[in-house]
Each structure stands twice: as structure tokens, then as C-alpha cells.
């Protein structure tokens, strides 16, 4: 930044990783082109500290989901997006540069956020479909968020408070955990084996740990379910039909991909006394408890009371595979589960679920 250019959000970044790394001078990326005036990048800049604690490791934080320069939203209490992503990354010796997979992606977390208006915080997790670093053979497919561990919770800037965000690259197993347990409780299980929730591409899955598998299944048992909100993509409600000589049922259909997911949340959340909502383009189906099964369809929400006989049938019928079948304690409706096609970023088919 030039000393002409006042811009105190920047700079209330930067003195919190000036009290952990001192005058170390960090790699910086900018953006050449604003994104406000065509430019590909959101993210007006990306620096990278060199940290060697408690293993070497590239500390990364992103200038742009905050408000850096003059405040401009209505929130006084909130800069920006209100937050700021943070990403650590394993470093071998020889690296002299953070790799470039690592800027791309956080840029991609900006497009996301830019053109949703969805912000992460702490306890978030986003599915990539795919390893995060394209073309690797990782088993890191996902992500989740959680404060950094060594920067404050929030912070106050003269445009409002901020939150620093940690981006951790997670397995597809430690994904389903976090949906039917819980994100933070599965990433401080795994803390010990992943200190400062560092990413490395290189490693296997924490449920491998016996200590961990464990406590995320303890966790699950006793607690059940954080995950109230699922969005799933192939999700639609055909109505039935009454007729006078023959009627026809309604049909729940769903993707294979997140077919065994729901199984799980509905075992975590309506036998915790939970309902769970299931959030589609067109349509929202809300599972509750209930002591009889039923449904009831308005207005582009389907409402299905679930006791626990059918929440027994549902589930164990909730396979990552094509198929038909009737809930039998919930009359005149079936659930049907279609092909998930997983497609890369030119939208060719990569990979065929079901």
C-alpha cells in the first residue's frame, strides 16, 4: 500500500499479523483489474507469511471480504462481508512461493461470496465436489471454517468488526461427519493430528485414527445432528393425484450423492426431537418429528411428520443408488433416487453417482 492511500481496514489486518511475525515481509498477490470494473478477481489482495510453528507452513490472509478503505455499507458495526479468510498450508523446504492453487481457490471463496451474498463463519463447511487442488490426487475434497487459532476471534476496525476465518481442507468421510455431528467438534477431535488445522494435501482422512473415529461416533450418539439446513441440489416434490377410479402418489426425489447423508441426519436430528430441512431450487421439504407419519404439501413446501418407525424405514432406503421405494408407515407417498452426475468446470461428466 502506498502512503498515500489511507485505508484503515488494510491496515488493522496487517498490524494483527505484524504481532505474530514481526517485520517479516510477506508475499503479496494484488489484483490487477478491479472486480468492479471487469476484473476476474473479487479479492483486492492476497499475502502469505512464512511460519515454521508448530510445523513450516504458509499463513495466508485475504483483503477483500472487508471494507478497506473509506466505509461504505450501512452497518457501522460490521465491515463488509465481516470477515476475512485465512488458509495454512503445509511448506516444504525448497518453496519459495505459496502455491498458486492456494490464491486461485481463495479467489474462488470470493466469487462465491460476491455473487451469493453467503459469508462463511466458523463452523461452515462447503463440499468442492472434487479435490480442492484441481488435477491432484488428494483426498481433501472439501472445506471447513473455523476461527484462526492464532488471531483474535474479532477485531475493530475504524469500518466496523471483522472476524478472521481459517479455510481448513477436509476428506469426504470428515464432511459427513460434520454433517451428522458436528463441524467444530470433529475439527478439535482432530486437532492433535492436524495442528492449527494446517492443510496438507498429502494426508488420510482423521477418521483412520481410532481415537478420532471414536469421538466423532460418541458425539454423534449423544448429540446428534448440527445440521438443520441441507441444501440439496436435486431435490423436487411431484404432488400425487386423487382420481375417481385411480389416484397416484406423491413422489419425494433426491441425488444419490447426498441420498446416504440425509439417511444419516434424519437418525441425528428427528430421533433428537429435530426437524431437518431439506432446501432444493424449486422446493423445501421439512422432516420433524411426529408421532405419526404424514404429509402435507403447500405453497412449494412439502411437510413430512416422521415417527421412529419411519424415520427406520426411510433411512436404511436412503442408499447412493438409483431406486423407487414407499415409506410404509407413510401412505401414498415415495421417495425416488436418482443419478448424480458430478461434472468438472467445462461441465464434462467426470463422475456418475448411482
Known amino acids: 500500500m502506498s502512503e498515500e ?38 479479492l483486492q489482495g492476497i499475502s502469505a507469511y512464512q511460519s515454521e510453528t508448530p510445523v513450516p507452513h504458509w499463513h495466508v490472509v485475504t483483503y477483500g471480504f472487508s471494507e478497506l478503505y473509506e466505509k461504505e455499507s450501512e452497518d457501522a458495526e460490521t465491515s463488509g462481508y465481516g470477515f476475512e479468510l485465512t488458509f495454512r498450508l503445509a511448506r516444504s523446504p525448497e518453496e519459495e512461493e505459496p502455491p498458486a492453487w492456494a490464491l486461485n481457490l481463495l479467489q474462488n471463496m470470493g466469487r462465491y461470496v460476491f455473487n451469493t451474498g453467503n459469508v462463511f463463519r466458523s463452523g461452515d463447511y462447503l463440499d468442492a465436489n472434487g479435490p480442492i487442488c484441481l ?23 475504524p469500518n466496523g468488526n471483522l472476524e478472521f476465518i481459517q479455510m481448513v481442507g477436509i476428506t469426504k468421510d470428515e464432511l459427513e461427519s460434520m454433517q451428522t455431528w458436528n463441524t467444530l467438534g470433529v475439527l478439535s477431535t482432530g486437532l492433535p493430528y492436524i495442528p492449527q488445522y494446517i492443510t496438507d494435501l498429502e494426508r488420510e482422512s482423521l477418521l483412520r485414527i481410532p ?29 400425487g393425484k386423487k382420481g375417481l377410479f385411480s389416484k397416484t402418489p406423491s413422489v419425494l426425489s433426491l441425488g444419490a450423492k447426498q441420498a446416504g447423508i440425509v439417511g444419516k441426519l434424519l437418525r441425528g436430528r ?55 421405494f414407499k415409506i410404509t408407515a407413510l401412505k401414498g407417498t415415495e421417495v425416488q433416487i436418482v443419478k448424480t452426475h458430478i461434472k468438472d468446470q467445462d461441465g464434462n461428466v467426470v463422475e456418475t453417482i448411482g
Not at 21 to 42: N, R, S
Not at 140 to 155: C, R
Not at 213 to 221: C, D, I, N, Q, R
Open 211 to 239: 481415537a478420532v473415529s471414536e469421538a466423532v461416533e460418541k458425539g454423534m450418539e449423544e448429540e446428534g445432528s448440527n445440521t438443520g439446513f441441507l441444501f440439496v441440489d436435486q431435490l423436487a416434490w411431484t404432488p
Open 270 to 324: 428427528i430421533l433428537k426431537g429435530k426437524s431437518l430441512t431439506l432446501v432444493g431450487p424449486d422446493v423445501r421439504v421439512v422432516l420433524e418429528p411426529g408421532e405419526q407419519a404424514a404429509c402435507v404439501f403447500e405453497e412449494g413446501e412439502a411437510r413430512i411428520s416422521l415417527n421412529e418407525e419411519a424415520v427406520t424405514d426411510f433411512s436404511r432406503n436412503l442408499l447412493p443408488k438409483e431406486s423407487t
Open 135 to 157: 488435477g491432484s490426487d488428494t483426498q481433501l475434497t472439501a472445506l471447513a471454517f473455523v476461527h484462526d487459532p492464532e488471531l483474535p476471534a474479532i477485531i475493530e476496525t
Open 5 to 42: 492511500t489511507n485505508a484503515p481496514g488494510w491496515d488493522a489486518i496487517e498490524q494483527q499479523f505484524t504481532k505474530i511475525y514481526g517485520e517479516q515481509e510477506p508475499k503479496h498477490y494484488g489484483t490487477i483489474l478491479p472486480y468492479m470494473l471487469g476484473g476476474q478477481d473479487p
